[in-house]
């Protein structure tokens, strides 16, 4: 294959497999293709002329370093972006830190306590560990001690 023919083929299936990078998370493409745009800039370095091998492993350094800050800076806030990361809003999935519970505070267990899971107090979620028994969910409890975010609760 003539040298400019295959360093023009390195090129574009470098750019394609950095592109599937995007559909394909795990960095393989993306290394793949960045192996073809060094193969690409020896091949260049090597075949092309005087100026020319310079501006074809410049451009190309430059071109590389340009799609990463611009994958980085603005792909993640782009609409493809978006539509490919998580969106979801995890306050409901988190467990609120218990430090103004005090020993008493009646609530609702979520989770079947087995002896931990979860226990909502006036509509905040909690960590919890079951005092000896295990608890159904939806069992109403209330809370026997508390001590440095750790809170133990009996049945109510």
């Known amino acids: ?9 390195l090129l574009l299936v470098g750019f394609v497999l950095i592109g599937f990078e995007i559909f394909i998370p795990g960095a393989i ?11 690409a800039a020896l091949i ?4 092309f002329s005087e100026p020319w091998n310079m501006v ?3 451009g190309l350094l430059v071109f590389g370093i340009l799609t990463f800050v611009v994958w980085i800076r603005y792909f993640p806030k782009s609409r493809v972006g978006k539509s490919l990361s998580l969106q ?3 306050t409901d999935y988190k467990s609120h830190i218990a430090d103004k519970l005090a020993v ?3 609530g609702k267990a979520v989770s079947t306590l087995r002896p931990s899971g979860i ?7 909690v960590d919890v560990v079951a005092d000896g028994e295990w608890i159904e969910a939806g069992q ?3 809370i026997s001690s508390t001590s440095g975010g750790h809170v133990s609760v009996v049945k109510a």
């Open 140 to 142: 109403p409890v209330k």
């Open 104 to 106: 008493g505070t009646e």
């Open 88 to 90: 979801v809003n995890q």
């Open 56 to 58: 074809s492993a410049g």
């Open 1 to 9: 294959m003539e040298p400019l023919t295959l360093y023009l083929t």
């Open 119 to 125: 226990v909502s107090f006036d509509g905040k979620r």
């Open 44 to 47: 260049g370095w090597r075949n």
């Open 29 to 39: 493409l993306g290394i793949f293709g960045a192996i073809a745009w060094v193969v």
